[in-house]
């Protein structure tokens, strides 16, 4: 699989190739990153809005009614929409913790602090690419 395939241009102009996004996400705290295809069958088909704790569809640019965006959009009714165009993803992954195994102390508070852990480390890594691309 070759890099961004399909949004080759836009991924190179906004930086985001594969060996510093890599180093990016590690220094802002993913333990892997990975690249490959789109999966739709991963992407959900609402998300939440927290400033307006209601939740939006999200659709794809190639849907009816929604063929004219090329870029991602969140429109006026809140769908956030997602070019056709986007066949690849970002994968990042976040370990629990060194010490403790989790998993063996299901379900505790123990397993929710470490899960909280791990998401809190997810942000920096995912927001980051998002500025970069968005600076730009």
Do not use: C
Not at 92 to 119: F, I, K, M, R
Request: net charge negative; charged share 25%.
């Amino acid at each position: 699989m070759t890099p961004f395939r399909g949004a080759a241009s836009s991924a190179a102009e906004a930086g985001l190739t594969p060996t510093p996004m890599r180093k990016a996400a590690h220094l802002f705290g993913a333990d892997q990153v990975g690249f490959a295809e789109l999966d739709r069958r991963w992407v959900y088909s609402r998300y939440f809005d927290s400033e307006t704790k209601k939740d939006y569809p999200i659709k794809f640019s190639d849907g009816p009614g929604y063929e004219q965006y090329n870029h991602p959009i969140r429109l006026e009714d809140g769908t956030r929409v997602i070019p056709k165009e986007m066949t690849n993803v970002v994968v990042l992954l976040h370990e629990w913790g060194n010490d403790v195994d989790g998993t063996d102390h299901a379900p505790t508070l123990l397993t929710e602090g470490l899960s909280t852990l791990a998401y809190a480390r997810m942000a920096p890594a995912s927001h980051w690419p998002l500025m970069q691309a968005s600076a730009r």
